[in-house]
């Protein structure tokens, strides 16, 4: 790459394209001066050239057949801001094969087929970077594959779905489920059909990524264990305030034992805790490893521009790192085992509702010491006859926790299924 | 650089060193899988060889020669842990001037002395990396020059000195100055003098490393306009808490109009203010910029494993961008003006003491309308025939406010001269 003009080929030129386009134009000189070269976009690959967008390309740089754009010459490194899974992953296999380094901003692309389009990007011996596929602008896979080389990252914890943290702010200011839906639909956070968001099949996507760059092993979106939070009520959501504690949808990766455990779920958070602190649209994500205990980075994790921005610093660095081929693609390069569910650990939270009968609370109490798990926090509210309990658990076996809550839950006494949630509490100061 | 092993040098051999040295043994697969490459220590130079090392280099690699250091062909990248202007600055600016890269540690010595090393690195055509040098473990160096190439950072906020964070979070508690340095004392958090700390000299180090790299133009240690903590009193802590706000020692570097503005000093943080959440040791640092709107890193700013895991990450990234040069050592490429005092602008929190006489709130208020100065928040507590007063004052130049102030303090009724300090409220969600 000695020319002083590097040639990008754009797969898709709409939102993110254009902003990637005006980018390269608007900031040549900070990349000139990072890197040495030039970039231009040279050829971008679209359905309907003669679409009105916010910044068009250059004259003869749109195209709508694929094989021009992958033979063209000019075409030295290619960004992916298309989207889908199809055509988009066989136009990426094509062009890894044809030997262009590329750069995809595609959530469903890497979260599904990562590891496949790894392994080409490895055969073909050019690179693959993907910072934009995950929580936007926040330099995460940067950080996790070229700072915490030596780190051992062991636990990754994120709040990677905005529209969701959006929702569960407001709902902790008062106001049901539905109120915060639709107040998230009002603002545009959430869409029309929010089932990716509020499932959590958005997080899980973005939580596969991280746990499979974070260990080096893959992980698939199917591989993730996911429970959205669709069921929350405001019981749930003021029991966690007078506990001290807010609710976030967390995407919680472990390793431990050479297994790997990836769930996004609803939890608990202590008020002092980092992730507590990220409210609204924002995203954040805590890295713990041995040797840098943790380092949390929080951003805006969606947004045009803020993903125009992750793309064009992939470029960069693939211009910057083109002769030495650092990183080397293998993100995933071990074969862990999936810990078992029952083996995974953490503090949880329990709401039951019970009839207020003398001794219900004893026979709880014992059922979860007989399988060794000790309460660590419980309050009871009476209401009508009723009692809600709520219980924090302290780290134990999740295994252990839902046998215990099997037995519980056959009591006369209980009236509903009990409610458990995780609780992020420790961290590493 | 085409060899299987590349070697290293290490100038100095103590904590950091000799962490730096464990790390590139035991994660010498972790780090050949990232960049193609096996880094050992080939040699490290030391005053005293025979002392007592946690971690003991191999056999003939320690040296007191700093010529036999220099002219040895096997140490192609070296890492300066040793500390101190000199005689680290001399040898640093000897090894680039050899055409060796250079990894540092040395918050003193890039604060004070950067640009010319920046210089010299570009002249020998290698690379000058120092992610050690602020904020151990925290990548904020790589994610400025690698992630924010195209993002126009002009503002930075941090909490980069772990000490003053402990004591100010202990005064949160209660208790005042005084108890809350003999507690950090005693935990090992403050040395026994801990003027550095406490006088923001360490967090102006930090902050003039962090402003250059981000502004891409000069800023040296004596440019940071300086106030520590020492002055803070259990009475500014309890107005802050009962405004909503926390005090937190703070970095503020911002770029206005072509124009740098650096500084150190204690703010009022709003509770829900990411940095506000920063607790204990920890450091954060806040980027905000067109792109990104703002990105937050948070983690431990210090300790002997934490820098030198930032040590051995400045290691792989020189290894695996060595062919290219990425980056460019450019650090410093315009030189900007510094921005007058008076027009710096920030919302503003005043505590006054007055005696309690009719008039006098009305009377400070004209005075601050006349600059154009208007008020956000008053809080009046009357104490034995005093009174305090608290005004949070909406964003103004400091220059309006100072001469405001100046006015005030001249009544008979002002009892103590005002005391001013900014307040970090506004984030860009």
């Known amino acids: ?66 094989e021009t754009f992958r033979d063209d010459p000019e075409v030295q490194i290619v960004a992916e801001v298309m989207g889908g899974l199809s055509p988009a992953g066989d136009y990426v296999r094509a062009l890894l094969g044809a030997g262009k380094p590329v750069v995809s901003a595609n959530k469903q692309l890497i979260a599904r087929d990562g590891a496949e389009l790894f392994a080409a990007a490895s055969a073909a011996g050019v690179q693959l970077r993907f910072e934009a596929s995950v929580c936007a602008a926040i330099p995460v896979v940067k950080v996790l594959r070229e700072s915490l080389v030596v780190s051992n990252v062991h636990r990754v914890l994120g709040i990677v779905n905005g529209t969701t943290n959006f929702m569960l702010s407001s709902m902790e200011r008062g106001g049901s489920y539905a109120d915060a839906l639709a107040e998230a639909q009002a603002l545009g956070y959430a869409e029309a059909d929010p089932t990716d968001d509020v499932s959590g099949a958005d997080a899980a996507a973005k939580m596969a990524i991280l746990a499979t760059v974070a260990f080096g092993s893959r992980v698939r979106f199917e591989d993730v264990e996911c429970r959205g939070i669709e069921e929350l009520e405001p019981v749930h959501v003021n029991a966690a305030a007078q506990l001290g504690m807010v609710i976030k949808l967390v995407g919680i990766a472990t390793l431990l034992d050479g297994a790997v455990d990836v769930r996004v779920q609803p939890a608990l958070v202590e008020r002092s805790h980092p992730l507590a602190a990220v409210d609204g649209a924002f995203n954040a994500v805590m890295l713990q490893g041995d040797a840098i205990r943790e380092i949390t980075l929080e951003g805006p994790g969606a947004g045009g521009v803020e993903t125009a921005s992750a793309v064009v610093a992939d470029l960069v660095s693939v211009v910057g790192t083109a002769g030495t081929g650092f990183l080397q693609n293998d993100a995933c390069w071990r074969e862990l085992a999936r810990l078992p569910s029952s083996e995974w650990r953490s503090p949880f939270y329990v709401h039951l509702e019970v009839s207020d009968r003398p001794g219900v609370l004893a026979h709880a109490a014992s059922r979860l010491a007989a399988h060794d798990v000790s309460i660590a926090q419980l309050v009871q509210r009476l209401e009508d006859g009723a009692a809600a309990i709520e219980l924090v658990l302290h780290r134990a076996p999740f295994g252990e926790v839902s046998a215990a809550l099997r037995e519980i839950a056959a009591f006369p006494e209980v009236l509903r299924p009990p409610f458990v949630l995780p609780v992020i509490a420790e961290r590493g100061l």
């Open 1 to 66: 790459m000695a020319s002083v003009d590097v040639g990008i080929g754009l797969l898709g030129y709409g939102t993110v394209g254009s902003s990637v386009n005006r980018m390269l134009v608007e900031s040549a000189d900070e990349i000139e001066r990072a890197t040495g070269h030039r970039l231009r976009v040279v050829r971008a690959l679209v359905r309907d050239p003669a679409k009105e967008r916010p910044f068009p390309a250059g004259d003869g740089v749109l195209t709508t057949d694929f």
